[in-house]
């Protein structure tokens, strides 16, 4: 192999630092990275699996490990015989930790839309969540850093810019005067004006500033999509994860976007089977799919990371853990199916992927004419809604 390959698994603060270390390491040969993910069991499981899949696949590279596996569960990692080496979480976007000159180029985007991490880290403590471990505090980029990097994508073509971080609201309170979130959305849409899509990843919904609220619910420019990190439907069970947040204050806020921008489609993160969760709260974590019309489900069961004070609770059977994700999941799956077939026979405009699909603003994924220009932003006229996908 001449160029490196990086694998990237996990969330998008990932995809985002897995491009950049893409073009940092462009002149390496025969180098595997593997950046990896630690947010649940399952996560780490599939790290593994990665690792012993690249060993494969490439028998003679140097394949090196990074991302929070590698510093959650360093030690293991770093003991499997198909890894040859580790590189810090914090360290992976640092030149002098791979040994390369600091001087790379300006990357080019690899998708068609452009992830850009501008917040990393957290500051807060869930019960549930390794994160900080692999992350470290909460840190941002500039406003000018974040204009750079937007700049280079625009240059290359890229029509959707997407913010990630691993708590994105919290981005700007380590900068002088402590600005918020809807600062730097404001700042990047009055610097280019051509930029024709702006996208949010995950969001905490109890830190969205009056600004970027105001921008959600009426600037066509910022996607209407937003995800929560809303982890639960029931009080208790969120105060026993240590979220800042209540069901209300999601109901409350999801509530006033809708009567501002009715289609916006609202995401989230939900965990089943959370340590003490009994049959109500489990009822109440189905009712928030439907009370909140939740489109975009990511469903977690619960799985307890060594350290972390959930894990030191009163432990559900697995089976049940099991039944109740896949509670949510039909739940969401049949709110979902609803959603995409009141979809059809709107026209939207589809930001074309490389697969024959593409995105519409709120998230849809939409199935476009053979032929169309990866890149490219089509008016599609949605005829059928069938297996997650319009057409």
Not at 215 to 239: F, T, W
Not at 315 to 331: C, E, H, I, M, N
């Amino acid at each position: 192999m001449n160029a490196p390959a990086v694998i990237s698994l996990g969330c998008r603060m990932n995809i985002a630092e897995s491009e950049r270390m893409r073009a940092m390491l462009a002149g390496e040969q025969n180098l595997v990275v593997v950046n990896s993910c630690a947010v649940t069991g399952e996560a780490l499981r599939q790290t593994r699996q990665a690792i012993r899949r690249a060993r494969a696949a490439h028998p003679t590279a140097r394949l090196v490990v990074t991302g929070c596996a590698a510093e959650i569960d360093r030690e293991a990692i770093g003991a499997m015989d198909e890894v040859d080496g580790l590189v810090a979480n914090a360290a992976k976007l640092d030149p002098r930790a791979w040994n390369v000159a600091g001087d790379a180029p300006p990357h080019a985007p690899a998708r068609t839309r452009a992830f850009i991490a501008v917040q990393n880290g957290c500051d807060h403590a869930c019960t549930f969540c390794v994160i900080p471990q692999g992350r470290g505090t909460s840190r941002s980029l500039t406003v000018a850093e974040v204009l750079r990097e937007t700049e280079v994508h625009l240059a290359a073509g890229v029509k959707e810019v997407v913010l990630t971080g691993v708590d994105l609201t919290s981005w700007g309170h380590d900068l002088p005067s402590a600005p918020r979130l809807g600062a730097l959305v404001a700042a990047i849409l009055e610097a280019f004006p051509a930029l024709p899509r702006l996208r949010l990843s995950s969001v905490d919904g109890i830190e969205i500033d009056a600004a970027l609220f105001d921008l959600l619910a009426h600037e066509p420019r910022v996607m209407p999509h937003l995800h929560l990190s809303l982890q639960h439907g029931a009080d208790l069970i969120l105060k026993r994860m240590k979220r800042r947040h209540s069901r209300a204050d999601a109901v409350d806020l999801v509530a006033r976007l809708k009567a501002l921008r009715p289609d916006i489609a609202i995401g989230a993160d939900l965990i089943a089977g959370f340590p003490t969760e009994d049959e109500a709260h489990h009822a109440a974590n189905l009712a928030i799919i439907d009370e909140l019309d939740i489109v975009h489900a990511h469903i977690f069961p619960f799985s307890p990371r060594p350290g972390t004070p959930a894990a030191r609770m009163p432990q559900l059977p697995r089976d049940v853990v099991k039944a109740r994700a896949a509670d949510l999941r039909a739940r969401a799956a049949r709110r979902r199916a609803a959603w995409l077939a009141g979809l059809v026979g709107e026209t939207l405009p589809v930001l074309a992927e490389r697969d024959g699909t593409g995105y519409a603003p709120n998230y849809a994924r939409v199935a476009l004419p053979e032929g169309t220009a990866a890149g490219s932003i089509v008016d599609v006229k949605v005829r059928e809604a069938r297996e997650g996908l319009l057409g």
